[in-house]
């Protein structure tokens, strides 16, 4: 079944792929993110070891066939785009392939010892309930996906071969720009998206790779005409730093839109129905292993629900040892 906030998505992504300012930013708006070795913008991922650390290897495992040949194509299109190249580093992990929902192989690397080696950084996490927050009192709404976003942050030079990686198929991999899995990979997403959007950060939060645009009238400005502004500035600066969005996953000029699991309007927050509907529809509670499940779920309410303990108290109280539960 598909969830409210999902077709709020698909319905305005249909209604806005031919409007007049995605057509004059359909370069940073494509129906493909293009595979090319990007443009610096100005921070580099860097890894910095603890100190001792000589090297990071864990050795490839097989893998079924088709898996490998789903490897051995990714690294073949990434090469031919300039994003990897092979390496004879003394550093190697292995290559693995994770199911994706819509079909196909999702291509990780188990990163372990490189990721228990690596210092982590401090950069400040964005938090759900600012972002929210920040978009209050706001009348008209964007939301954009920022496709492929890792690979479009370069790797500091010294750093590469430690991100080595090795695949079925008996090939040694480096990358030359940002790989998911990498501990402090997020960090420096979230940084590097801080600094080149910070002329806009005004009405442009951003949750790593998904960024909003809200607007309200101002100045005898309509909300619609102040939106379009605030859209225009930040696909100029998209262009300025060759950023790219997933158009069919964006929604633009929307009264409401679908952000970190809620929904977000010019009528306030509230929760996603469908996740509502789940909690309302639960079957009937048989053991205390179904009622921590249902309790985990429904934390999701707390926000929305006044006096939210107080209501959950009688569930809460089958926790305890001694309660009894009547079949």
């Known amino acids: 079944m598909t969830s409210e906030a999902e077709e709020l998505r698909q319905l305005h992504a249909a209604s806005t792929t031919e409007s007049e300012d995605t057509l004059k930013h359909k370069d940073v708006l494509p129906d493909e993110i293009p595979a090319e070795l990007p443009q610096d913008k100005g921070i580099q991922h860097e890894i910095d070891l603890v100190p001792g650390t000589k090297y990071c290897v864990t050795r490839q495992w097989s893998l079924p066939r088709d898996q490998v040949k789903a490897i051995d194509d990714f690294f073949g299109s990434r090469r031919q785009a300039g994003q990897v190249r092979e390496s004879k580093s003394p550093h190697s992990a292995p290559t693995f392939c994770v199911k994706k929902l819509q079909g196909g192989w999702r291509i990780v690397h188990a990163y372990n010892k490189l990721n228990d080696a690596t210092i982590p950084v401090q950069t400040p996490i964005p938090r759900k309930d600012v972002v929210i927050d920040s978009m209050a009192k706001s009348t008209s709404y964007s939301a954009l996906d920022l496709g492929d976003g890792f690979y479009q942050i370069l790797v500091r030079e010294s750093d590469i071969a430690l991100m080595a990686v090795s695949t079925p198929s008996g090939m040694l991999w480096e990358w030359l720009v940002m790989p998911l899995g990498l501990k402090n990979a997020p960090a420096t997403f979230n940084r590097c998206l801080t600094h080149l959007l910070r002329s806009v950060r005004d009405f442009v939060p951003s949750y790593f790779d998904d960024v909003f645009v809200h607007s309200r009238a101002v100045n005898r400005k ?72 249902l309790l985990g779920l429904a934390t999701y309410l707390c926000k929305y629900v006044e006096n939210y303990a107080d209501k959950i108290r009688p569930l809460s109280q089958l926790l305890k040892k001694e309660a009894e539960w009547n079949g």
Request: aromatic letters at 4%.
């Open 222 to 293: 309509t909300d619609v005409d102040v939106h379009k502004e605030h859209l225009r500035k930040l696909l100029g600066l998209m262009r300025k730093h060759k950023l790219y969005a997933n158009l069919k996953k964006c929604i633009f000029g929307a009264s409401e839109i679908p952000i970190l699991g809620c929904l977000v309007g010019k009528n306030g927050v509230r929760p996603d129905p469908e996740k509502v509907r789940v909690i309302s529809e639960w079957p009937t509670l048989s053991n205390v292993k179904e009622l921590r499940q």
